[in-house]
């Protein structure tokens, strides 16, 4: 006999019913397509599109920088926007375009490389680019100070006391306005966007792994990317701590950094270059990584000495934190302070020099093809070494406390900056691009863009060298014509109009390639790991079958077995066939809203005052309205659960059925 | 492809012709000499000169690395590369994975040239740091107080009288620093607002100024000269302009120097006179341009020759005019903020003025101390140096567009001043 089946069992034979408000998004384009993606490779790609964006902004404020400097006594900027310029330079540079473009590439290449279908925490992933959108935009806000002012918004200019902030020059006293708290509240979200980020990408790089892709046969770039994180991880809550003194001492009376109240502006210092060294190594590992992906690659052999690479990876990353006061070396810290951070200081170069002998090992005796991000990855070695011997001398505290503050040094940060992190950089966009988009940049042009700015950069910043060794001090938005600085300051700026004509030319060609460039087929470079088995690009799923991994060079040694990887990817196909198939997240849009919830309440705080009577209620009711926002975000995002899809594929790699309701 | 490289030639052509444009049009390209007023190639100094041979070492150090990792760098890329697209599909290079020895004394290699520069960097720490023991009883002590955007000097062992009952008090001048040459001196650093920083790169490197914190610095010079110093941490608007001049003399000059400097402000005349008889050579006022270069050519062929010219009076001094500038600098309220002692002028926030005559330099080591860049100066501080304290004083439009009561000087009350000014030898 059968029974009627009760009325909750028929009901759930249906799909299961969902809340409206809990609706999974399915557009996969359009705007909402990319407010609601959780892809690691679109999230890589939206990084990506902002951290260009900005890095043509902070171009932009170079380039007035260099005019204002191009002849003594110049009167093309005031002292004030000059001083905003270099503010907002330093900060946009390093927050904005350097960090998120490896970012970017973490998001993008990350994931494929160790044969996982997404990072982690894909939500999470998603809440990261949209809280870095809103840091970016709050430390922006300043550029439309009089259009605030108009509208009632006492607003100020953009931030003018330096991306590193010194106390007392960020108090109420010497810098009324708001122009300080967009610059806290900015980098205070950016903070966050990078934690999340972070923990997503340790997370992932320690347990998404695929079978077989043990700790040491990791490639070089996500190895990376997995110390870059722990660094930012690590290094990020002191700036947190340090940004929250300075807006309580402004807005709320505290004496942190107060000299009147007896606070301490040294401690400001400690507690930025505690960040802000390891910082300079958040900006420069990705960068080792990419060189470490690119020459093994353009060379057709394994990267030389790859576990002594990946520990000098780890040990720079350690030695990061123990050197932080070299920044400090003119502060007065005493003798035996002062000797030991130079030495730790002197202790960072071997890690550092090791990862170069290794390059070279990894050019000795290999085929090299002279492509394009070969070039710039060569480019990279050279420039680098210059930066890093120019590192090595300010590590003597004695000469360098000529050399600290002095133009000298903005030679050094930018061959290391530019001839290191940003050379890397657009030598990964080259190498990676027929991957990501399936098109490739044309070589001559990209070549053509590597000459001229390799040349711009040299004629920019070598003569910087003399500059600082002939006193000239950084800062400075004016000098006089009988210092003897005039001729190296013109063909600087010469320079680095040349160097803005190269970027130019090479973004150009790849906004280009990206419409109309040459359509290529999969693993264009004959490359080693396992983002090259992938088609171009890359579909939403990455990989068709998880590959087991063998060697260290994943993909180059499938190339070379194929027969047995064919076996095995049958069965793993199978395996997986029989647990329902490939399982992929939905889209949510409840990151992005609670990212906008934060940046309601960030523009709330920002507008506070010591003196809280005019508007407090609207600045108030803003930061409150944020808070309300971010925390229905945050509510909707665990309620939804982490619920997905499965896709089943034809052998063509085209899904071949939509199961959108299936739980997991 | 060809019509590409065409384009690429005539472009290189003329990137070229706008690169040699300095060259053609007499550009002084001789900078790698690095000769400037504030060199420290060239020191003169005893600090500055070990912290110069310290620098010599890390440079050689580094040299003979890079040329030797650049060698190698550079043969590698020549030997290896691949000459044709035959060479670059043939069968892939021996896959091999590196090689510990090589790797070890690589390292080892590294870390001998890393010792050759911290056994003097060690050295170069603790003597640089302060005054040697030896010389620390014969040490002059110097307070120096860094404001937004001027330095303030105080001699503690010196003391001079501050007003006509002979009370005494340290003597205190600002922006030029006098010192005994061949001798060493300690300079205490302090501020009043924010982070400056004490940079005189000819004698020596920089130290910090830093609130709640003693800081200080030790110099010696080798011979009498005349040195260019420069704020060297970023401190608000005018950083850029925040200048000093630090003048060592020998015993001899430096005790009259002294003497003179004891003495209280110069007075020519007891009452003042008509301001209607102000003569004509003080009162040039033309216009400036934003940023005007404020030193002239004159100045710089023996600067210390130029220094001690300004320590003797004027001739065809115009006593009525003084007093008036006198009594204008009380009327005016210019004496609230800076100190003329014995002319009642009490003023502490501001320069000491009481002998600003025999100075080199006005508004920070700016302006070469003339009366056409003094009354530029106090024409309109905020147009020489943005955001200071003095334009602070003085009657202008606000931020928000309405009318800031304040100080107001007509043509002739400007030449007075002016006049009165320099007479403060």
């Known amino acids: 006999m059968e029974l009627a089946k009760s009325a909750h069992l028929i009901k759930e034979a249906h799909a299961p019913s969902q809340p409206k408000l809990l609706f999974h998004p399915k557009s996969q384009s359009g705007l909402m397509g990319w407010l609601t993606t959780v892809d690691h490779k679109k999230i890589g790609f939206l990084y990506g599109f902002f951290a260009l964006i900005f890095f043509i902004v902070g171009g932009f404020e170079a380039l007035l920088i260099r005019t204002q400097l191009m002849v003594p006594n110049n009167t093309v900027l005031t002292a004030q926007q000059y001083n905003t310029m270099f503010t907002m330079h330093g900060t946009t540079m390093i927050f904005l375009a350097v960090m998120p473009l490896s970012a970017a590439f973490f998001n993008f290449i990350m994931p494929l490389q160790i044969g996982a279908r997404d990072v982690a925490f894909p939500r999470l992933n998603a809440f990261s680019i949209w809280t870095f959108v809103a840091g970016a935009i709050i430390l922006n806000i300043g550029w439309f100070g009089p259009v605030l002012e108009k509208m009632g918004i006492f607003g100020h200019n953009a931030p003018d006391a330096g991306w590193y902030g010194y106390s007392p020059l960020t108090s109420k006293t010497f810098s009324p306005g708001h122009a300080v708290d967009y610059w806290v509240m900015g980098l205070q979200l950016l903070g966050v966007a990078s934690i999340a980020a972070s923990l997503n990408f340790i997370v992932t790089i320690i347990n998404m792994r695929a079978p077989g892709m043990t700790m040491m046969r990791l490639p070089v770039f996500t190895w990376m990317a997995l110390i870059t994180s722990f660094l930012i991880v690590l290094s990020f809550p002191f700036i947190t701590i340090a940004l929250v003194e300075v807006m309580m001492d402004r807005n709320f009376g505290t004496n942190f950094f107060e000299v009147s109240g007896g606070g301490m502006p040294i401690l400001w210092q400690h507690l930025f270059w505690v960040f802000g060294h390891p910082e300079v190594y958040i900006l420069i590992l990705p960068a080792m990584g990419i060189i470490s992906e690119?020459?093994?690659?353009?060379?057709?052999?394994?990267?030389?000495?790859?576990?002594?690479?990946?520990?000098?990876?780890?040990?720079?990353?350690?030695?990061?934190?123990?050197?932080?006061?070299?920044?400090?070396?003119?502060?007065?810290?005493?003798?035996?302070?002062?000797?030991?951070?130079?030495?730790?200081?002197?202790?960072?170069?071997?890690?550092?020099?090791?990862?170069?002998?290794?390059?070279?090992?990894?050019?000795?005796?290999?085929?090299?093809?002279?492509?394009?991000?070969?070039?710039?990855?060569?480019?990279?070695?050279?420039?680098?070494?210059?930066?890093?011997?120019?590192?090595?001398?300010?590590?003597?505290?004695?000469?360098?406390?000529?050399?600290?503050?002095?133009?000298?040094?903005?030679?050094?940060?930018?061959?290391?900056?530019?001839?290191?992190?940003?050379?890397?950089?657009?030598?990964?966009?080259?190498?990676?691009?027929?991957?990501?988009?399936?098109?490739?940049?044309?070589?001559?042009?990209?070549?053509?863009?590597?000459?001229?700015?390799?040349?711009?950069?040299?004629?920019?910043?070598?003569?910087?060298?003399?500059?600082?060794?002939?006193?000239?001090?950084?800062?400075?938005?004016?000098?006089?014509?009988?210092?003897?600085?005039?001729?190296?300051?013109?063909?600087?700026?010469?320079?680095?109009?040349?160097?803005?004509?190269?970027?130019?030319?090479?973004?150009?060609?790849?906004?280009?390639?990206?419409?109309?460039?040459?359509?290529?087929?999969?693993?264009?470079?004959?490359?080693?790991?396992?983002?090259?088995?992938?088609?171009?690009?890359?579909?939403?799923?990455?990989?068709?079958?998880?590959?087991?991994?063998?060697?260290?060079?994943?993909?180059?040694?499938?190339?070379?077995?194929?027969?047995?990887?064919?076996?095995?990817?049958?069965?793993?196909?199978?395996?997986?066939?029989?647990?329902?198939?490939?399982?992929?997240?939905?889209?949510?849009?409840?990151?992005?809203?609670?990212?906008?919830?934060?940046?309601?309440?960030?523009?709330?705080?920002?507008?506070?005052?010591?003196?809280?009577?005019?508007?407090?209620?609207?600045?108030?009711?803003?930061?409150?309205?944020?808070?309300?926002?971010?925390?229905?975000?945050?509510?909707?995002?665990?309620?939804?659960?982490?619920?997905?899809?499965?896709?089943?594929?034809?052998?063509?790699?085209?899904?071949?059925?939509?199961?959108?309701?299936?739980?997991? | 492809m060809f019509t590409s490289l065409t384009k690429f030639s005539q472009w290189s052509r003329s990137a070229f012709a706008v690169a040699t444009l300095p060259l053609l049009s007499g550009c002084d390209l001789n900078f790698w000499r690095m000769e400037g007023h504030q060199s420290t190639i060239t020191v003169e100094g005893v600090v500055a000169r070990e912290q110069l041979q310290l620098f010599y070492i890390t440079c050689w150090v580094s040299l003979v690395i890079f040329v030797l990792v650049g060698g190698v760098l550079a043969y590698a890329t020549l030997k290896f590369r691949a000459r044709s697209a035959a060479d670059e599909h043939a069968e892939p290079p021996p896959q091999g994975h590196g090689n510990p020895l090589i790797e070890l004394g690589l390292i080892g290699a590294s870390v001998l040239a890393l010792v050759v520069i911290a056994v003097p960097t060690m050295q170069g720490i603790w003597s640089t740091y302060d005054v040697p023991e030896a010389e620390k009883k014969d040490a002059l002590q110097i307070t120096c107080t860094g404001n937004q955007w001027w330095f303030k000097f105080e001699y503690p062992s010196e003391l001079a009288p501050i007003n006509n009952a002979g009370a005494k008090a340290p003597l205190i001048t600002a922006n030029e620093l006098i010192i005994p040459a061949g001798r060493a001196v300690r300079v205490n650093l302090r501020t009043v607002d924010v982070i400056h920083s004490f940079w005189l790169p000819k004698l020596a490197g920089k130290v910090d100024m830093i609130p709640n914190r003693a800081n200080h610095i030790y110099i010696r010079a080798d011979h009498p000269g005349y040195y260019w110093g420069q704020c060297a941490e970023y401190c608000g608007d005018s950083h850029a302009v925040m200048r000093f001049r630090v003048i060592a003399l020998d015993q001899k000059e430096y005790a009259e120097w002294l003497e003179q400097q004891s003495q209280l402000a110069r007075t020519l005349a007891p009452r003042p006179t008509d301001t209607t008889q102000a003569k004509a050579q003080f009162a040039s006022l033309r216009s400036f341009k934003q940023n005007e270069t404020g030193v002239t050519d004159k100045f710089e062929i023996n600067p210390l020759e130029s220094w001690r010219a300004k320590q003797s009076p004027e001739k065809n001094e115009d006593a009525a005019l003084i007093a008036t500038g006198r009594q204008l600098f009380s009327t005016k309220a210019c004496l609230a903020c800076h100190n003329i002692r014995g002319h009642d002028a009490p003023g502490i926030t501001g320069p000491d003025l009481t002998h600003i005559g025999s100075r080199t330099t006005i508004a920070g080591g700016l302006l070469e101390n003339n009366s056409e860049q003094l009354r530029r100066w106090i024409h309109n501080p905020g147009a020489v140096k943005p955001g200071n304290k003095m334009s602070l004083a003085y009657a202008r439009i606000g931020q928000d567009g309405k009318p800031i009561d304040g100080i107001k000087l007509t043509g002739d009350e400007e030449v007075a001043l002016v006049a009165y000014l320099e007479s403060l030898k």
């Open chain 1, 294 to 664: 690119i020459l093994p690659t353009f060379s057709r052999k394994p990267l030389f000495g790859y576990p002594i690479v990946v520990f000098s990876g780890a040990s720079i990353g350690f030695l990061g934190f123990s050197v932080w006061s070299h920044h400090m070396f003119t502060t007065g810290m005493g003798t035996v302070a002062t000797a030991a951070f130079a030495l730790a200081t002197m202790a960072i170069a071997v890690p550092t020099g090791v990862k170069i002998f290794n390059w070279i090992g990894t050019l000795w005796g290999g085929h090299l093809m002279m492509r394009t991000p070969m070039m710039f990855a060569l480019g990279f070695v050279w420039m680098f070494m210059i930066g890093g011997f120019s590192g090595v001398m300010h590590s003597a505290a004695p000469a360098d406390a000529q050399q600290n503050d002095s133009y000298f040094v903005i030679a050094h940060f930018h061959y290391v900056l530019i001839g290191g992190s940003i050379f890397a950089l657009l030598a990964g966009l080259h190498y990676w691009f027929p991957l990501m988009f399936g098109r490739k940049v044309s070589e001559f042009w990209g070549k053509l863009s590597f000459w001229i700015i390799f040349g711009g950069f040299n004629v920019t910043f070598f003569p910087m060298h003399f500059l600082g060794l002939n006193g000239m001090p950084r800062r400075t938005f004016t000098y006089d014509p009988n210092l003897g600085w005039n001729a190296a300051n013109f063909i600087a700026t010469m320079g680095a109009y040349v160097l803005g004509l190269g970027m130019f030319i090479y973004f150009a060609v790849l906004v280009y390639t990206f419409f109309k460039g040459e359509k290529v087929k999969k693993d264009y470079w004959d490359g080693r790991t396992l983002e090259w088995s992938l088609e171009v690009p890359p579909p939403e799923y990455n990989f068709r079958v998880i590959p087991t991994v063998h060697a260290r060079d994943a993909w180059w040694y499938e190339k070379h077995h194929q027969e047995e990887i064919a076996q095995e990817q049958a069965k793993s196909a199978a395996a997986e066939n029989a647990h329902g198939g490939i399982h992929m997240p939905f889209g949510s849009i409840w990151p992005f809203v609670a990212s906008l919830g934060l940046l309601i309440g960030a523009v709330g705080i920002t507008f506070f005052d010591a003196d809280p009577s005019p508007g407090i209620h609207a600045k108030l009711g803003v930061t409150l309205i944020g808070g309300v926002v971010m925390l229905i975000g945050i509510y909707f995002w665990s309620l939804e659960g982490n619920e997905g899809y499965h896709l089943h594929l034809d052998k063509d790699g085209h899904p071949i059925e939509d199961d959108p309701h299936a739980k997991h």
